[in-house]
């Protein structure tokens, strides 16, 4: 079956770093993606990793370990409107381009 | 950027009626569109892809006579809800593929669907 795992709630606090982990196990492969949803928002498009390691943009970065499964999210600087929820998902291997996506991390960001 | 719009943004419905939602790729063309539901505090859940002029290829628990959807066009894909009942009240989103984008899904607002 499919399971995409993150966890459910994290709290941080204004210019503090946060790592948001996402394990994965899928009957195919074919890229990780990060988003981003504000309540009652669309997500937007954060990150993509399909090979092994670090991708960077900007205050936001992606790791991807394809052998344990594993993704991080890493949030630098946090800002007060980071708070948010962050959503892994998993492209299926093919030509339908689905993807599936985590139970999702809400982020609360503190003064 | 590739920009997707939903209408209606959100509906009342009573019971028993059949509501439709269009998502439209406005400035691309889209090959490809998702439609999903999410429900409060949860993550996206896929219900169907939609391919311009074929049916749509609805996900395991996916009701496809219930949830019509119909990609008339390469800018349009319609999601019908019909004969709506109160557990389908939700948040239903729409995303679009463009040929030249392929590794980013495109999400539209969103529409909140509340049924008396």
């Known amino acids: 079956g499919q399971n995409i795992d993150q966890p459910t709630e994290m709290t941080a606090t204004e210019g503090a770093i946060v790592q948001i982990n996402c394990t994965y196990q899928?009957?195919?492969?074919?890229?990780l993606f990060w988003y981003q949803q504000h309540a009652g928002e669309a997500p937007t498009f954060l990150s993509y990793?399909?090979?092994?390691g670090l991708e960077e943009k900007g205050r936001f970065s992606s790791f991807l370990s394809r052998s344990k499964g594993y993704s991080y999210l890493l949030l630098k600087e946090l800002q007060m409107k980071d708070s948010a929820s962050y959503l892994c998902?998993?492209?299926?291997?093919?030509?339908?381009?689905?993807?599936?996506f985590g139970t999702g991390t809400r982020l609360q960001v503190f003064p | 950027g590739a920009v997707v719009s939903q209408h209606p943004s959100r509906v009342i419905c009573k019971s028993g009626t059949s509501v439709k939602i269009e998502c439209r790729s406005l400035?691309?063309?889209?090959?490809?569109m998702f439609w999903y539901r999410q429900f409060p505090k949860k993550s996206l859940m896929l219900m169907a892809t939609?391919?311009?002029?074929?049916?749509?290829?609805?996900e395991q628990g996916v009701e496809k006579d219930k949830f019509l959807i119909n990609h008339a066009s390469l800018t349009l894909s319609t999601l019908t809800v019909t004969s709506a009942h109160p557990e389908d009240s939700s948040f239903y989103i729409c995303?679009?593929?463009?040929?030249?984008?392929?590794?980013?899904?495109?999400f539209g607002p969103g529409t909140r669907l509340t049924v008396l």
């Open positions: 998902a998993v492209r299926d291997r093919g030509n339908t381009d689905k993807l599936i």
């Open positions: 990793n399909v090979l092994d």
């Open positions: 939609s391919n311009e002029g074929s049916k749509a290829t609805y």
């Open positions: 899928t009957s195919g492969f074919n890229g």
């Open positions: 995303s679009a593929i463009s040929g030249r984008t392929p590794n980013e899904q495109f």
């Open positions: 400035d691309f063309q889209a090959t490809t």
